[in-house]
């Protein structure tokens, strides 16, 4: 069974970098179709970034330049890196998985079958 927890997640200054976190338990990271969502309340949940099984990874066009997602086989964790903080990245983040050795690199929440409890991320002027 996949388990995913996500941290870092925090109230920050606008145009600060902030780095949140997601381990995974129970599963080798490496053979994981894994994605990071944001979701706001009232709207639906939407993929930011994903990566595949040999660290190619996939953008939303909004967050192109801005966030950049990577993860550390050693430490089976998965990261995404949010630079220049602004209003637009408020949301909780949640940390997906689904498990296959060829990854789609999909952004649709269809996409994967585990997902974790979520981090949220604030900015604050």
């Known amino acids: 069974q996949v388990h995913l927890v996500e941290s870092g997640g925090d109230s920050v200054r606008s145009g600060d970098t902030l780095k949140v976190s997601c381990v995974v338990s129970?599963?080798?990271?490496?053979?994981?179709?894994m994605a990071w969502f944001r979701q706001v309340p009232g709207n639906e949940r939407e993929g930011v970034a994903a990566?595949?099984?040999?660290?190619?990874?996939k953008y939303a066009d909004s967050v192109k330049g801005h966030i950049t997602i990577s993860k550390d086989a050693a430490k089976n964790t998965l990261y995404l890196q949010i630079y220049g903080v602004g209003p637009a990245d408020i949301g909780m983040y949640y940390c997906?998985?689904?498990?296959?050795?060829?990854?789609?690199?999909?952004?649709?929440?269809?996409?994967?079958?585990?997902w974790g409890q979520g981090t949220q991320v604030t900015v604050s002027s």
């Open positions: 997906a998985a689904s498990i296959g050795d060829f990854c789609p690199m999909s952004l649709e929440t269809a996409a994967y079958n585990h």
């Open positions: 990566i595949g099984n040999y660290g190619v990874d």
């Open positions: 129970g599963y080798t990271i490496s053979h994981l179709c």
